[in-house]
């Protein structure tokens, strides 16, 4: 499902117990300088990531005080954010005008809170210009918290170069059936560079049969329940998607590659790597 760009008033773009992907949770907060938000989300443990600007957050008597200070926007320096326990509140005071991103996942355990700094994020680079899948990922709620998280994951992936394919070859995970594929609902929040940009997201549901297109633009999300979800931008932009992937009962991802495409992870470089981050 696409949901275009509008403009949300800080109220959750895909709410608790979404039709489409009720594992996960989405909002995006804009708050001026010095503005402040309390997030609340009974039931969902939640990452509270800036996009731009620098905040402080405050939850169950902890501070977490500068988060995204050496940050401009998503395309410049290393993410930060906070880990937010299942129910909790956290206060989000702006230092700059501001825009988070909240980030959720079902999940029925209290955890305890802390920092994602930018020395913490566990990037990966796989691809190539000549396979046209030449990218980047940040993992900022990564494998290194197994753990200290309970299903959520969060991540921001980037082209690298301009143009090209990411999601490929085309996989999913849809249902649990260890150890080839695991179920975990996904939502994407695209931007573009320059933001007049535009790219493709497809969905396939079954290998061999017609599927479905989105036109996503600079503020796109996306809603992944089942498919095969390869997408695409335009050649000179570059892409960047806001990842949240969340496991119906477990954390770790293993995705299960399409078969009429699957050997094509024998021909792009370190991709298998990338694969390996993931679980």
Known sequence: MHIAP???????????????????????????????FVSEVPGYET???????????????????????????????????????????????????T????????????????????ADIDPVQYG????KTHRKIKHILGTKYHGRVGRLLVSELFTVGAGGWSGFPSHKHDTDRLPIETH????YNFRFNPPHGSGLQM????????????????????????????????????????????????RSLVQYFQPSHADQIETIPGIKDMIAKFK
């Open 6 to 36: 509008y403009d949300n008033q800080n109220r959750a773009i895909v709410d608790t117990g979404d039709p489409v992907v009720p594992l996960c949770y989405f909002n995006i907060v804009k708050l001026p300088a010095g503005g402040s």
């Open 203 to 250: 969905l396939q549901r079954e290998d061999g049969k017609p599927g479905d297109a989105y036109h996503i633009v600079d503020g796109s999300t996306i809603c992944l329940d089942r498919g095969y979800h390869p997408v695409a931008v335009l050649p000179g932009y570059q892409m960047y998607y806001f990842t949240i992937l969340a496991g119906k009962s477990q």
């Open 128 to 131: 190539s210009d000549e396979t």
């Open 47 to 97: 990452c509270i990531v800036p996009a731009t600007g620098t905040i402080d957050v405050a939850v169950m008597g902890q501070a977490f005080a500068s988060i995204g200070l050496r940050r401009a926007n998503v395309w410049d320096a290393e993410p930060e954010g906070v880990y937010i326990p299942t129910g909790a509140a956290a206060t989000i005071t702006a230092r700059t005008e």
């Open 184 to 187: 975990h609902d996904e939502v």
């Open 99 to 118: 825009e988070v991103f909240i980030a959720g996942a079902a999940f029925d355990q209290v955890l305890t809170p802390f920092a994602i700094r930018a």
